[in-house]
């Protein structure tokens, strides 16, 4: 996580300003389009939090609102003062709004309907109109750079010759990996290298004015007074690939350009320019900003941990040294018909037959990181139980798969840190990881009150 003030400042065109490089934060927290804003009842003034998430943002290379099932567009969740948000999923035009429960429709008119400068506005709105007596909680989640990755006019022309980073595990392919990494063609063919540059500028196009959004934010903050008392938080629900593993585009997969994204934050108490290797998931987010406003976390039942001791350089604290990271594989038990070959429960495939999910792309991991260790152990529930290992620090591009070279005794261990991380609630989510000097080996902890063994949290959904 990287800590710094975002300064009102422009950079110039053309580089890739929104795209600071920072350590892990992980993982899939997904949202559509909204803004929410959450009044703080009076009392003794706190700081006012805002949280930027953009949608499908990595790190490593460079849901819905409105469903019928989530109480529909008439839906304003509890607790929110003022509710802007998109029906369905991520859009830039031609997309209803539900406005605090009632539907409004945009158009295709750039100056009134372009989504990222929507949110951006009703934000500033907000700023220049709420009380200044009390602390706010203001939540923006853009469209961007979510596909279709529609950009401003003024910056469709911008990184013409930006591609996608062609690093070490870019149009290789997947040896030794689950046997969805194995099925992608290699090398990729034109057409499919030409897409994903086209797709990498884009949405490089489209964070343009996620920058004009954090500048005007930041901007305002100033002239109003508040932004010396403002936590920002900048991060986003998930990474993306593009072209890693002859993989063309998308976001499901165990590896660190699919679950690593950027975090940033500044605020009262924070020194800029400062760069954590503490390991912070997205269910931290929630604690930290509890903290921030004065609630007792003994009082909730959170798996996260608040890291506002590490915003303020706490000295000698006690950190995690993993974290756990699933996914659920997405898929129909029916053949693709544009890919007649290939078995039921494939999604996301291209016209080359290359498909990016599947029913049993469900794994789970632990991410650890610590002072000798910077290991990810994955097990996937399919019919072969197919394992995953990657030492980061000999390969961080996680070309190779140790599983079958690494210590027996340790996959051991991780194999059941994973158990327990998966059936773990609360302050149990805390205890010391593989490679944490305090770990010690307890198997009580594999079983529940009631003395049954616990059961692995995959849903059976074999291809």
């Not at 509890?290 to 976390?297: K, R, S």
């Not at 000999?394 to 994973?418: C, F, V």
């Amino acid at each position: 996580m990287q800590l710094l003030p975002l300064a009102p400042g422009r950079l110039r065109q053309g580089s890739p300003r929104h795209l600071p490089s920072c350590s892990p934060a992980l993982l899939l927290l997904v949202l559509g389009g909204c803004l929410g804003v959450f009044g703080v009842a009076a009392g003794t003034r706190r700081p006012n939090v805002v949280l930027l998430l953009t949608d499908d943002q990595d790190e490593v290379l460079g849901g819905m609102y409105g469903a019928p099932d989530a109480g529909g567009l008439e839906h304003v969740p509890l607790g929110w003062s003022y509710w802007y948000a998109l029906e369905k999923n991520s859009k830039y035009y031609n997309y209803t709004l539900s406005i605090n429960g009632k539907a409004r429709k945009h158009g295709e008119n750039y100056s009134v309907d372009y989504l990222t400068d929507v949110l951006a506005n009703v934000s500033l709105d907000f700023l220049d109109y709420k009380s200044n007596f009390e602390p706010f909680f203001m939540m923006i989640a853009t469209p961007a750079p979510h596909s279709p990755w529609t950009a401003a006019p003024q910056y469709q022309k911008a990184f013409q010759n930006v591609f996608a980073p062609r690093n070490k595990n870019f149009n290789i392919h997947g040896t030794n990996k689950h046997w969805l990494i194995r099925q992608a063609k290699t090398p990729m063919t034109n057409s499919s290298i030409q897409f994903l540059d086209n797709a990498f500028r884009k949405r490089w196009q489209t964070l343009l004015s996620v920058d004009d959004l954090v500048e005007k934010l930041v901007k305002r903050l100033e002239f109003t007074g508040e932004l010396n008392n403002t936590y920002i938080f900048y991060t986003s629900d998930n990474g993306y690939h593009t072209g890693q593993f002859s993989l063309p585009i998308d976001k499901r997969q165990l590896y660190e350009f699919d679950i690593k994204v950027p975090l940033l934050v500044r605020g009262p108490g924070i020194k800029p320019n400062q760069t954590s290797k503490m390991l912070v998931a997205n269910i931290d987010l929630g604690p930290t900003i509890l903290d921030i406003a004065g609630y007792d976390l003994n009082k909730t039942q959170m798996d996260g941990m608040s890291f506002l001791p590490i915003l303020r350089g706490a000295s000698n604290l006690t950190w995690r040294s993993d974290v756990l990271v699933e996914y659920q594989g997405e898929g129909r038990n029916v053949t693709d018909p544009t890919c007649p070959s290939l078995s039921p429960g494939v999604s996301q495939c291209f016209p080359d037959c290359v498909c990016e999910d599947a029913y049993n792309n469900t794994y789970a991991c632990v991410r650890t990181m610590s002072a000798l260790w910077n290991l990810q152990y994955c097990e996937f529930d399919d019919q072969e139980v197919f394992v995953e290992v990657y030492n980061l620090t000999a390969d961080p591009d996680q070309i190779t798969n140790i599983a079958k070279s690494i210590d027996p005794e340790l996959l051991g261990k991780m194999n059941y840190r994973l158990m327990m991380l998966q059936s773990c609630s609360g302050p149990t989510c805390r205890t010391p990881g593989v490679f944490d000097p305090r770990y010690r080996f307890d198997p009580r902890l594999m079983f529940s009150n009631r003395g049954s063994v616990r059961t692995r949290r995959f849903s059976k959904h074999l291809l």
